[in-house]
Every structure is written in structure tokens, then in C-alpha cells.
């Protein structure tokens, strides 16, 4: 697949997705539920705690929040170790006040999934499971040792043992299941948005290439006329030197000159407003084109024709549609052993162009996830022997599936009984065919169709 330079998102630190202001106002939010939570069980339930040291735990994070919001700016971008400091902080103080406040018997311990799931979705991988260690292991220390919750009467508020360590099991499958199911789904959303951004950056270029000739047309009408008077100055000067050989012959040469530039911008010009006209052009040549780039390399590419009793439709020449189809037909290249084989057929109420090689096909263990953007990776070595040049089929099948479904399209991956894989691009006729206000008083001549 062409390659496409979004290596400049992959270089952002996750981290830096989350500002500082966010993780204080989360802060925040914990002191005063955990101040709430003290001021219940005391005055309303009559629980016995160690005030003064439960306080200080409390009163060390209000005090954190203050000093970094002293010293940063509120608009800050947190790094890589700034972020993982800060939320090995928050569970460290809350793993603190927990064993302050009867450990696992106390409900709220639940909490300490909150860190780590943040840390998930906005720190590197390394990160998350050094944090998601430490939580685990602030449970477990807990579940062993804490200072029971004493009521009023005092007689301790204890958990049976095997309700105490079906709670760490959960505590400990919920830091796992929750801080792996947060960061699947960060890492597909950020590789989508990645990949679509990459899909709007093919689609601009090959935009540009097309508003081209245009550009070109313009450029040569526009240069036509002080060439032509550079042309009629140097005639004259010709007559003028006649005694004058050097300079006759300079002047000559600067016509000759003049009227080489002449043909070239007339021949620019043609091909430009060709180009700008082609606004429309038939299926099997706006197929062709896109398959330009490839026709020199090692496998075949051949057209089968097959259009039946209806005429060829004529199509519009979207950017999108060539720039999709040039993607299919390059992953059928390089993975064709000798021939590509581009079958365009259609009917009146749709087209369709099929793109199949004879190669070994896609892998069992990928074909499902074709189309899906960085599907890079062999999942079985029998895959690898059947097609030993794959390497990741990712991020240039999603932009020929995004650009060629933006034109309306279906697409369906599947490999040949025999031996090769093959992609089905159907579109229904009236997603090709113009049939703008304009066109629409000629339609019972069949507009949309070739003669």
C-alpha cells in the first residue's frame, strides 16, 4: 500500500492527550466525596476512626492539588512521567486511607479502579501495567492488614473471611478487566481517528491532482500573450539588425525561443482543459486509469469487459473512486504471482468491478478484520505460508474501503476456490451515474449510458 506520513500523531505521548486541569478537578471531586464519606459515618452512624491521621491523608491531596495549581498553568499537557505520578499518587493516598478505614470491608475501596482506568486510556502501555501493579498490590496489602472499622457500641464491623476474599478477587479481576477493556477501546478509537485522518489526506492529494489541469489551462492562457508579444518585438528587431549579424542572430534565437514556449504552453493548455473537462468518463476508463501506475510492474494486469445487452454506463470521475481502486489493484500487485485480472461488468441498475489475483489469498486468520485500519500482524504460521509477502494489509484497504464507500460502494473480500484472493467493488448505478436538474429533461435518451 502507499504509504501515508501520519508518523507525526504516533509520536504524541498519550499522555499529553489529558490536560492537568482534568486530573485535578477529578482530584477535587475525591477529597470531597472522601470528606463526605467521613462526615456520614461519624456523625450520622457513629463509626470510630483514627481522625487525625484520616484527615492528614485527606488534607496531603488538598494540599497536592494546591501546590500544582500554583505552579502549572491550568492549560497544561501532562507527559508521560508527569501523569503516571500523579495517578500513582491518587493510589497511594486512597490506598493509605483505606487502611485507615477498614480496608477491604470498607465499600468505597472499589474507588482505587478509577486511576487505573484513566490510566489506561491516556498512558503507554508500560505505564498502565506498572500502575495497575501498584493498585493490585495496594489491595492485596489492605486484604492483610488494616485498622477495622469500629460502630458505636464498639464491636468491629468485620467481613466473613470468604466474603473478604471474594472481594479482593473481584477488586483484583476489575483493575484487569476494566483497565484492559478502556485501553482496547482508546487504542481503536485514536487508530480510527488516525486512519481516517490519513484517508482524508489521500483524498486531498489526489483532489489536487486533479484540479491540476485546470491550474495548467489557466496558467497557459495566461502566458500566452506576453509570449506573443516577445514574439512580434523580436520579428521587428530582426528587420531592424540586418547590419548587424550577432545581434540578428540573438534575436533570432529569443524568437525561437519565444515560439518553443509557445508550443509547449499550447500543448499544457490542451491537455489541461482536457483533463478539466473530463468531468465524466466511461467505467472501464476511469478502471483503467487507476491501474495506470501498475501496469509496468511484475504481475499482468488484465481487463475482461463484460457488459452484456446494456450500453457502458459513463460515470463521474470522483477522486475517491480512482484513488480506491489504484489502492485495490497495488495490494493485488504485489501479491500476484503473474496476473491481476480487473473484471468490470454491469446492468442497469448497478456496476461492478472485481479485482482478483492469483496469488495465495488473504489469511484465514485476517480476513474477517479486512478493512479494519493496522490489521498488520501474521496470526498463524500456516498464514504465513500461504502468503509469506504479507506483512499488514491495514491502513491502505481502509482508505480504499472509506474512499470507495464515500462513493456509494459496497465492497466484499473473499478468496478463489482455486488459489488467489478477490475484492467485489458493487455500486448501485444511480451513486455513478450524474443525474443532476441539468441532465434530467434528456433522460429518456438514455444520457447516463455510452452509444
Not at 193 to 205: N, P
Request: with cysteine; net charge neutral; charged share 20%.
Amino acid at each position: 500500500m502507499e504509504s501515508y506520513d501520519i508518523s507525526m500523531l504516533a509520536q504524541h505521548e498519550r499522555s499529553n492527550w489529558v490536560r492537568l486541569r482534568t486530573l485535578l478537578t477529578l482530584r477535587w471531586a475525591a477529597v470531597g466525596g472522601q470528606v463526605v464519606a467521613i462526615l456520614v459515618a461519624v456523625q450520622l452512624y457513629g463509626l470510630t476512626l483514627p481522625l487525625t491521621p484520616v484527615i492528614s491523608t485527606i488534607c496531603v491531596a488538598a494540599i497536592a492539588n494546591i501546590a500544582t495549581h500554583a505552579y502549572f498553568p491550568q492549560n497544561k499537557r501532562l507527559s508521560e512521567r508527569e501523569a503516571s505520578a500523579m495517578l500513582a499518587f491518587d493510589i497511594l493516598q486512597l490506598g493509605l486511607l483505606l487502611y485507615l478505614t477498614g480496608g477491604l470491608n470498607n465499600p468505597f475501596a472499589l474507588l482505587i479502579l478509577a486511576p487505573v482506568t484513566i490510566a489506561a486510556t491516556v498512558l503507554h502501555l508500560l505505564s498502565f501495567l506498572a500502575l495497575g501493579a501498584l493498585a493490585i498490590g495496594m489491595i492485596t496489602l489492605i486484604s492483610f492488614t488494616s485498622l477495622p472499622l469500629q460502630l458505636a457500641d464498639g464491636s468491629l464491623l468485620i467481613l466473613p473471611p470468604l466474603f473478604g476474599f471474594g472481594y479482593w478477587v473481584s477488586l483484583v479481576i476489575g483493575v484487569m478487566f476494566l483497565g484492559i477493556y478502556a485501553r482496547r477501546v482508546t487504542t481503536e478509537m485514536h487508530s480510527m481517528g488516525d486512519a481516517l485522518l490519513a484517508t482524508q489526506l489521500a483524498l486531498e492529494r489526489e483532489q489536487k491532482l486533479t484540479d491540476l489541469g485546470g491550474v495548467v489551462a489557466a496558467a497557459a492562457h495566461e502566458l500566452g500573450t506576453p509570449l506573443a508579444t516577445i514574439k512580434l518585438v523580436s520579428t521587428e528587431l530582426v528587420a531592424e539588425l540586418g547590419g548587424n549579424p550577432d545581434l540578428r542572430d540573438d534575436v533570432m534565437l529569443i524568437r525561437s525561443q519565444a515560439d518553443r514556449c509557445g508550443e509547449i504552453l499550447q500543448s499544457m493548455g490542451r491537455a489541461g482543459k482536457d483533463d478539466l473537462m473530463m468531468k465524466t468518463a466511461p467505467l472501464e476508463a476511469v478502471a483503467r486509469e487507476a491501474a495506470e501506475p501498475h501496469l509496468d510492474r511484475k504481475a499482468s494486469v488484465l481487463f475482461d469487459i463484460k457488459g452484456g445487452s446494456v450500453p457502458q454506463p459513463t460515470i463521474q470521475r470522483k477522486p475517491e473512486i480512482i484513488h480506491g481502486l489504484r489502492n485495490l489493484i497495488q495490494n493485488a500487485v504485489d501479491f500476484a504471482q503473474e496476473a491481476v485480472v480487473v473484471r468490470i461488468d454491469w446492468s442497469a441498475t448497478e456496476a461492478r468491478v472485481m479485482i482478483s489475483d492469483d496469488g495465495h489469498g488473504f489469511p484465514q486468520s485476517v480476513i474477517g478484520r479486512i478493512g479494519d485500519p493496522y490489521v498488520r500482524r501474521r496470526r498463524s504460521e500456516i498464514d504465513g505460508e500461504k502468503r509469506p509477502a504479507y506483512s499488514g494489509m491495514g491502513l491502505g484497504l481502509f482508505i480504499a474501503k472509506t474512499l470507495l464507500e464515500r462513493s456509494g460502494a459496497s465492497l466484499t473480500f473473499a478468496n478463489k476456490s482455486e488459489s488467489g484472493a478477490v475484492v467485489t467493488v458493487t455500486w448501485p448505478m444511480r451513486a455513478l451515474v450524474d443525474i443532476s436538474p441539468a441532465h434530467r429533461p434528456t433522460l429518456g435518451k438514455n444520457p447516463a449510458f455510452l452509444p
